[in-house]
């Protein structure tokens, strides 16, 4: 036991410590290097390995229409949210021109009441803002020269748009008593921006809506369109006349119309609401029986008026989901999903 402790106890002669070190790191540099060969032989085999998984999951997945995937909704799902579908048509598409205004007055119709005489005035019928019809009486007047008093009627029907005057009132003949604006036909203003002032023509027909009469359709022709353009604004002003249906027009309202712009030819068109993005494609979906519906890529060429332009494999009359397409994009996003967690 001492012949060993006290061979430890010497230090090791130089000529036996080198050899043994250098034997230990080519040892080690050839174990490292075969352990990396064989890492790197196994991450190319695994690569490989998922390259054709992929390959295999894209043919089961896409078959022989690689763009297109289909989803099944039952007929009690498609009930429930309240599902419809409409016809794929292709026609001539315009870009309408939303253009904006307000009703105001038209001077042309515009009727001033005067006096006949000089006198007082004893009772008045009407005010600022009353509606009036041919033939109503306005106010009473009684005569300077005598005791005579008579009534003076509209000589139009239409809106009190000012009264200048009160109960015991002198006037005179020149004097303005009320100003009646005709509501039947209202004037209408827009601004048209001078490159969409092609499509506006003096003439022209249109419809006219507002936020204030939902639901009601207003016909309207322009007037006149202004050879002076805003500097500022670069728009060009156009009168319009607009026919007030059921005096549900009121002066100052806003309003907005749609003009046939730029003619695109035969289109493929659709709602705008059938179409749902998803991993920046647009997709429409196609209905291919009772439960099925193929979810189909497409290409927007334009959109107006609630309604869209569009290009891909779809053919004229295939019915598209219109209402639901948020709950069938769901579907199909889920069904890739499940589909990913498969492979």
């Known amino acids: 036991m001492k012949t060993i402790k006290n061979l430890f106890k010497k230090p090791f002669p130089a000529f036996i410590i080198i050899p043994f070190l250098l034997i230990v790191f080519i040892l080690g540099f050839f174990c490292g290097q075969r352990y990396q060969d064989r890492k790197i032989s196994l991450i190319k085999i695994n690569n490989e390995q998922h390259a054709s998984e992929s390959h295999i999951e894209t043919e089961d997945r896409h078959g022989d229409t690689p763009n297109d995937e289909e989803i099944k909704i039952a007929s009690s799902a498609q009930k429930l949210i309240g599902l ?31 006096s006949p005489g000089n006198g007082v005035i004893e009772r008045c019928f009407v005010g600022v803002g009353s509606i009036v019809k041919q033939g109503d009486p306005l106010c009473r007047i009684k005569e300077l020269n005598d005791n005579n008093a008579q009534i003076l009627y ?72 202004s050879p002076r353009i805003d500097e500022d604004s670069r728009t060009i002003k156009v009168r319009a006349q607009v026919i007030n249906s059921g005096y549900k027009l009121r002066l100052g309202m806003f309003i907005s119309a749609l003009i046939p712009g730029e003619m695109l030819g035969n289109q493929l068109v659709v709602p705008e609401r059938s179409i749902q993005t998803a991993g920046g494609r647009n997709l429409i979906f196609v209905r291919e029986g009772d439960e099925h519906f193929l979810v189909m890529p497409v290409r927007l060429i334009a959109s107006s008026a609630g309604f869209t332009a569009i290009e891909g494999a779809i053919k004229n009359g295939a019915e598209v989901a219109v209402d639901g397409t948020p709950f069938l994009l769901a579907e199909f996003l889920k069904s890739e999903l499940v589909d990913e967690h498969k492979h």
């Open 84 to 114: 419809s579908t409409v016809p794929v048509v292709k026609k001539p598409f315009y870009k309408y021109l939303e253009i904006t205004g307000s009703i105001s007055p038209d001077p042309l119709k515009t009727a001033a009441v005067q």
């Open 154 to 225: 509209a000589p139009s029907s239409g809106i009190i748009m000012s009264a200048s005057l009160s109960e015991g009132k002198t006037i005179d003949t020149i004097t303005t008593l009320h100003s009646i604006a005709d509501i039947e036909e209202l004037g209408a203003v827009f601004d048209i921006y001078e490159r969409d002032i092609e499509y506006i023509k003096n003439g022209q027909s249109f419809i006219v809506r507002s936020s204030g009469a939902p639901g009601i359709d207003f016909k309207a022709h322009v007037t006149f369109i």
